[in-house]
């Protein structure tokens, strides 16, 4: 199990630190989450945090965006050369074209997914990506509850991807922690999004292993 922790639930106050902190303690990426108050009702970082981001990290990013001109937003990225950009299938006209352009800058596309949102309206992109991010929290806020239908979609998805033989890896997003990432693990999940567990707890050396199953 890979872990991105989300730096939504860091200290902002000394976010340096606590990216530094979460690297050293062995996560495998950053998880970024921009939000721009329209398409989700809460509004976090822009370009200026997040290249200040990029630069204490030791970590490769992976930045969710969860705003409604992703191609805007794509754009403003791409030259930080995070190694994942997602953005919400939702909010996206023509997916096939973002997933080109965001590939043409070197960075591998994701596409994520609202936990309403069914698996077949990613059917004829699925091996276009490389990662498809499914949310099991409504997207907007760190530290809510996790939502249980997302086990069945993770089982579901995992089978089309085997069945098709992509490398397409999944990754899940919201309320993961130490108590429901074995049932995840065991449903074919790849990387584990957290963010409340991990910089919530005393040690984030400690939390980052308990989710490592
Ligand atoms: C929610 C964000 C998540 C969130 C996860 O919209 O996409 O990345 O920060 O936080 P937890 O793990 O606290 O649910
Ligand atoms: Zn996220």
Do not use: W
């Not at 979460?22 to 998880?31: K, R």
């Not at 059917?123 to 490389?130: C, F, G, K, Q, T």
């Not at 397409?168 to 790849?190: F, S, V, Y």
């Amino acid at each position: 199990m890979l872990i991105a922790p989300s730096i939504l639930s860091a200290d902002f106050g000394k976010l340096k630190n606590e990216i530094e902190a979460i690297c050293e303690a062995g996560c495998d990426l950053v998880h970024v989450d921009v939000m721009d108050g329209h398409f989700v009702p809460n509004l976090t970082i822009g370009p200026v945090v997040v290249s200040a981001v990029a630069k204490a990290a030791t970590k490769p990013l992976d930045i969710h965006l969860m705003v409604e001109n992703n191609t805007f937003f794509v754009e403003l990225f791409a030259s930080l050369k995070p190694k994942y950009i997602s953005f919400h299938i939702e909010e996206e006209k023509h997916p096939h074209r973002l997933i080109q352009k965001i590939r043409s800058y070197g960075i591998s596309p994701a596409i994520a997914l609202n936990p309403h949102t069914p698996i077949s309206s990613i059917e004829y992109l699925l091996e276009d990506l490389d990662l498809v991010l499914l949310m099991s929290v409504n997207p907007g806020f760190g530290g809510q509850s996790f939502i249980r239908s997302s086990i069945k979609k993770l089982q579901e998805l995992r089978k089309k991807i085997d069945a098709s033989g992509a490398k397409t890896l999944i990754e899940m997003d919201g309320g993961i922690n130490d108590k429901n990432i074995r049932e995840l693990k065991n449903a074919g999940l790849d990387i584990a999004v957290a963010g409340n567990y991990v910089f919530g707890s005393g040690s984030y050396k400690d939390a980052i292993d308990s989710l490592r199953v």
